[in-house]
């Protein structure tokens, strides 16, 4: 699926997301909601930014850090980061934080995979053998 | 005028009790700031408001909401 028609129907499902962008490993922006485009580098600038520290802070253990969620009055961030990319979505204050991180998943594996759109791979379709292949 | 003062008593008895639970809601029930990491073996770090690394987290964080909404 389409990164901006996987960010168009996580918007359209979770009520509790209000923006929402995806970016690969290097920092560019593969989909965004933002409509005005200087409010929209401003938001893929700091969700960039927000991963650049969370990755910094010192942690136990050699783990990858694989989601975050910086909780404000105004509302949260999330970050959910697979492989090469990351999504990153602002909801309202007191979102329900299990479901936000299930949608965000969800919706960066819709976006990587061919299909439905629900994350999960499909199996290629077979190819009828041409005539000549089937005489043989 | 009996009644008027027992009315009056139980105005400022709602009032006060009002007053009470709107300091308590903003004093002990407003969520604080904070910034939760989770890593892929599960371990979480909560860095809460004040925390070195929420200090630099969360002006990032706000960032973000404002432009998201803007």
Do not use: W
């Not at chain 2, 009996?2 to 009032?15: A, C, E, H, I, Y």
């Amino acid at each position: 699926m389409d990164p901006a028609q996987a960010l168009s129907e996580l918007t359209e499902i979770s009520s509790q997301i209000q923006a929402a962008c995806l970016l690969d490993s290097d920092g560019n922006v593969l989909a965004n909601t933002v409509a005005d485009e200087l409010s929209a580098k401003r938001f893929t600038d700091a969700a960039t930014a927000l991963v650049a520290e969370a990755l910094g802070v010192p942690h136990a253990g050699d783990t990858q850090l694989v989601q975050l969620e910086a909780a404000t009055q105004d509302g949260s961030v999330f970050v959910v980061i697979e492989g090469d990319r990351a999504a990153a979505a602002v909801t309202k204050p007191e979102p329900t934080v299990g479901l936000v991180f299930y949608d965000l998943k969800s919706c960066l594996r819709a976006a990587g995979t061919p299909g439905d759109g629900d994350g999960k791979p499909r199996p290629l379709a077979r190819r009828k053998a041409t005539p000549s292949e089937s005489a043989a | 005028m009996r009644v008027l003062r027992k009315l009056f008593g139980f105005v400022v008895l709602v009032g006060v009790a009002f007053a009470g639970i709107v300091v308590y809601r903003r004093r002990f029930l407003t969520q604080r700031e904070r910034v939760d990491l989770y890593y892929e073996d599960g371990t979480l770090v909560s860095l809460e408001d004040g925390s070195d690394g929420a200090g630099r987290l969360l002006p990032i964080a706000h960032d973000a909401i404002g432009a998201a909404r803007s």
